[in-house]
Nanobody, 123 residues
Framework: QVQLVESGGGLVQPGGSLRLSCAASGSIFSGDNMGWYRQVPGKQRELVAAISIRGSTAYVDSVKGRFTISRDNGKITVYLQMNSLKPEDTAVYYC?????????????????WGQGTQVTVSS
């Protein structure tokens, strides 16, 4: 089993920044891929960003240049730095463990999810 605990969500004004963290424990290793997804009511959960052990990253087009995914392998923690936030970034953000990341940039979600953290961008 894998446990994922997200933190760092909240309310922020448009143009502001937030940093999400996801601490992993259990049957997970520093060599596993990690990712972030988000979901709004009535819509499918979508990939935001993913990162491999080698540091290769993939982003959804709408966040490129604004969001940065990173990892601390020693702590088995993944981060999502979100800058220049927009109201359309409002969603519940989920940490995902062991996604499959192809060299083409395609990402398939892994089987483990955190409980989610709410991000609201509003003035």
């Amino acid at each position: 089993q894998v446990q994922l605990v997200e933190s760092g969500g909240g309310l922020v004004q448009p143009g502001g920044s937030l940093r999400l963290s996801c601490a992993a424990s259990g049957s997970i290793f520093s060599g596993d891929n990690m990712g972030w997804y988000r979901q709004v009511p009535g819509k499918q959960r979508e990939l935001v960003a993913a990162i491999s052990i080698r540091g290769s990253t993939a982003y959804v087009d709408s966040v490129k240049g604004r969001f940065t995914i990173s990892r601390d392998n020693g702590k088995i923690t993944v981060y999502l730095q979100m800058n220049s936030l927009k109201p359309e970034d409002t969603a519940v953000y989920y940490c995902n463990a062991k996604p499959v990341i192809w060299t083409t940039g395609r990402v398939m979600a892994g089987p483990y999810w955190g409980q989610g953290t709410q991000v609201t961008v509003s003035s």
